[in-house]
């Protein structure tokens, strides 16, 4: 078992998070993208439609998906600056990437507003996080995201430049999730690790290859799950930076899970760490 000697104090609560503010230096990339998205299923559209920090410009919809709409969010489906246009399931389809399961919905928005590090990743707020060292395929970001919400880590950390851009596949993956569950970009993971270990968090990495199991994490203050890219692994600073490397107990018949089903249920043994 590999264990790094803490370091620093409990960082201290900022009382008003600033959610949509712009980024700072370890926030990632400064301010809000403007590169549109679209969209589509009912779990993401209903989602994004009654979030207000997201900005909604038109959505296609069919007869009976925009009747379960209006059912589903009333007056909230009226939004300013929303154009909503009725179209056939097959018109809906050619909006969207081929074999794009859109239920008859496909809702063009703007990106959300990019949450900071420094108002997020604080410990007595967010008690769990989950750092994602790489992660390619945006349907993996997107069912971890679901995780995190399922076992409610706090926000899901990624680099800016290993993690893929918000987009409609990923947001049908997180089904609506992305709406509720912070994506924080940061510019280096092992100094993200640093800072978040100077705010009391206990940072924890997972590697097949360790000789301890979760079941032996007892720290008594916020963790940080960090998890690596499936097949490679964390990184070698990423892994030098975790306070300890600990791994799954799975049987020696599966070489290994993928992500977003090792983070469920790394988050779930967690659970009862107090």
């Not at 239920?103 to 420094?118: E, N, S, T």
């Not at 997180?174 to 912070?182: D, K, N, T």
């Not at 960090?226 to 892994?239: D, F, I, K, N, Y």
Request: proline content about 6%; aromatic content about 2%.
């Amino acid at each position: 078992m590999t264990i790094r000697k803490r370091r620093g104090a409990k960082y201290p609560a900022r009382k008003t998070p600033a959610y949509a503010r712009r980024s700072t230096a370890q926030g990632a990339s400064a301010g809000t993208p403007s590169r549109p998205l679209r969209l589509y299923g009912v779990h993401p559209v209903v989602a994004a439609l009654a979030n207000p920090l997201r900005r909604c410009r038109r959505l296609a919809a069919t007869t009976s998906a925009l009747k379960d709409l209006r059912e589903r969010l009333g007056n909230a489906l009226e939004r300013d600056g929303l154009v909503i246009a009725e179209a056939t399931r097959d018109q809906v389809a050619r909006l969207l990437d081929e074999g794009a399961t859109h239920q008859g919905l496909a809702l063009d928005v703007a990106p959300l507003p990019r949450p900071r590090f420094d108002d997020i990743c604080v410990s007595d707020r967010a008690p769990r996080l989950l750092i994602l060292d790489r992660v390619n395929d945006p349907r993996n970001l997107g069912a971890v995201i679901r995780a995190a919400a399922a076992f409610e880590a706090g926000a899901v950390i990624v680099p800016d430049r290993h993690a893929p851009d918000e987009s409609g596949a990923l947001a049908k993956a997180a089904s609506g999730l992305l709406e509720r569950v912070p994506l924080v970009r940061v510019a280096n993971i092992a100094r993200a690790i640093g800072q978040l270990q100077r705010r009391g968090y206990w940072c924890i990495g997972l590697d097949g290859r360790a000789e301890a199991t979760i079941a032996s994490a007892t720290p008594d203050s916020a963790i940080a799950l960090v998890l690596g890219a499936e097949g490679a692994g964390l990184r070698r600073l990423t892994r030098e930076r975790c306070d300890v490397i600990l791994r799954l107990p799975i049987s020696d018949a599966v070489e290994s899970l993928n992500l977003a089903t090792a983070a469920a249920v790394a988050l779930y043994a967690l659970a009862k760490v107090k």
